[in-house]
């Protein structure tokens, strides 16, 4: 269950509690929505909101990880042309005491390099022995710094887990949301639109293509029209007018084609697919004056020969 919170998230954690139970929360995320400060705000300008994620059971829980990127990779050099390819360097030290692993190393210029006091080397003096051999120590250009450990590009993983900092570089903030929706309403914005790359995070990390993605509050509609691009399968639920104003416009240009905002182009999504509209029935009964149960003045007979033959296990 994820949910996003526009007032301080620990109202809504409580409340999630309740709901998921308390061992099932997961993580709380903040999303940067503005990437400046609001001039006119009167005490502290609302940078960020939250993102709250829960599992129905923890312990069976498999959130996806994100793929590096290029940011993460451009880390990585080649200094000394290591036929290896790129690399980047790690501490060699611990914040322990054990003898074992306190002992000189002298680097290329031949200065001699001990752990500080109350720390310790990574490894005992024959392992680094081993990793100067396999040439993954390294002492700096010029050979005369604190030795550390190279790590290789190629022999890292090609996902890392999803942090709990989400910069609006990354999933964007609430002026590209409303450009969307601008784009997509014209002068008929809805009042707290979501950035598509938000949605296509969450989306991301909590779930595989053919799921299914339920959105309890559709306003604009951007769960589904996201969830639609993505290849999952989607429930929305709205009880507003937004069904006709903007969820089903919406959504008609998203299986048309014809929205290229959004996430469109980085998904590759060319149009397809469909859904259905249901409207929610009125109760079939309802209290009269004298408080008696009679059947729900809205029925016509078609509706409640319909309602009668549901109930009767027809379909």
């Given at each position: 269950?994820?949910?996003?919170?526009?007032?301080?998230?620990?109202?809504?954690?409580?409340?999630?509690?309740?709901?998921?139970?308390?061992?099932?929360?997961?993580?709380?995320?903040?999303?940067?929505?503005?990437?400046?400060?609001?001039?006119?705000?009167?005490?502290?300008?609302?940078?960020?909101?939250?993102?709250?994620?829960?599992?129905?059971?923890?312990?069976?829980?498999?959130?996806?990880?994100?793929?590096?990127?290029?940011?993460?990779?451009?880390?990585?050099?080649?200094?000394?042309?290591?036929?290896?390819?790129?690399?980047?360097?790690?501490?060699?030290?611990?914040?322990?005491?054990?003898?074992?692993?306190?002992?000189?190393?002298?680097?290329?210029?031949?200065?001699?390099?001990?752990?500080?006091?109350?720390?310790?080397?990574?490894?005992?003096?024959?392992?680094?022995?081993?990793?100067?051999?396999?040439?993954?120590?390294?002492?700096?250009?010029?050979?005369?710094?604190?030795?550390?450990?190279?790590?290789?590009?190629?022999?890292?993983?090609?996902?890392?887990?999803?942090?709990?900092?989400?910069?609006?570089?990354?999933?964007?903030?609430?002026?590209?949301?409303?450009?969307?929706?601008?784009?997509?309403?014209?002068?008929?914005?809805?009042?707290?639109?979501?950035?598509?790359?938000?949605?296509?995070?969450?989306?991301?990390?909590?779930?595989?293509?053919?799921?299914?993605?339920?959105?309890?509050?559709?306003?604009?509609?951007?769960?589904?029209?996201?969830?639609?691009?993505?290849?999952?399968?989607?429930?929305?639920?709205?009880?507003?007018?937004?069904?006709?104003?903007?969820i089903l416009p919406r959504l008609k240009k998203v299986i048309d084609g014809?929205?290229?905002?959004?996430?469109?182009?980085?998904?590759?999504?060319?149009?397809?697919g469909g859904f259905r509209y249901y409207r929610l029935a009125p109760s079939?009964?309802?209290?009269?004056?004298?408080?008696?149960?009679?059947?729900?003045?809205?029925?016509?007979?078609?509706?409640?020969?319909?309602?009668?033959?549901?109930?009767?296990?027809?379909?």
């Amino acid at each position: 269950g994820v949910a996003a919170a526009s007032v301080q998230d620990i109202y809504l954690r409580v409340l999630l509690d309740e709901v998921f139970g308390r061992v099932n929360f997961i993580a709380t995320v903040i999303w940067q929505k503005k990437y400046g400060a609001k001039s006119d705000s009167k005490h502290l300008s609302e940078s960020h909101d939250y993102v709250v994620c829960y599992a129905k059971e923890k312990d069976h829980v498999a959130l996806n990880r994100m793929q590096r990127t290029p940011e993460q990779d451009a880390r990585y050099k080649n200094p000394d042309n290591d036929p290896r390819g790129s690399w980047t360097s790690g501490d060699l030290l611990r914040n322990e005491v054990r003898d074992y692993a306190i002992y000189p190393i002298f680097g290329p210029s031949g200065r001699k390099h001990l752990p500080p006091q109350g720390t310790i080397w990574r490894f005992t003096k024959e392992k680094y022995a081993e990793l100067v051999a396999d040439n993954r120590i390294w002492f700096g250009e010029n050979g005369n710094n604190v030795p550390r450990l190279k790590r290789f590009l190629n022999e890292v993983a090609e996902t890392v887990p999803a942090t709990t900092w989400w910069e609006h570089k990354e999933v964007g903030h609430n002026d590209e949301a409303k450009k969307e929706s601008k784009a997509l309403y014209g002068d008929d914005l809805f009042g707290t639109p979501k950035p598509e790359r938000l949605i296509q995070r969450i989306i991301t990390i909590a779930s595989n293509p053919g799921d299914w993605v339920l959105d309890s509050f559709a306003g604009s509609g951007t769960a589904g029209a996201v969830a639609h691009k993505m290849g999952r399968r989607w429930v929305m639920v709205e009880l507003g007018e937004h069904c006709h104003t903007h969820i089903l416009p919406r959504l008609k240009k998203v299986i048309d084609g014809k929205d290229p905002g959004g996430i469109t182009e980085t998904v590759g999504w060319k149009g397809g697919g469909g859904f259905r509209y249901y409207r929610l029935a009125p109760s079939l009964l309802e209290k009269d004056q004298f408080g008696n149960w009679v059947i729900n003045r809205k029925f016509n007979p078609a509706m409640l020969a319909e309602a009668m033959c549901k109930l009767e296990g027809f379909t």
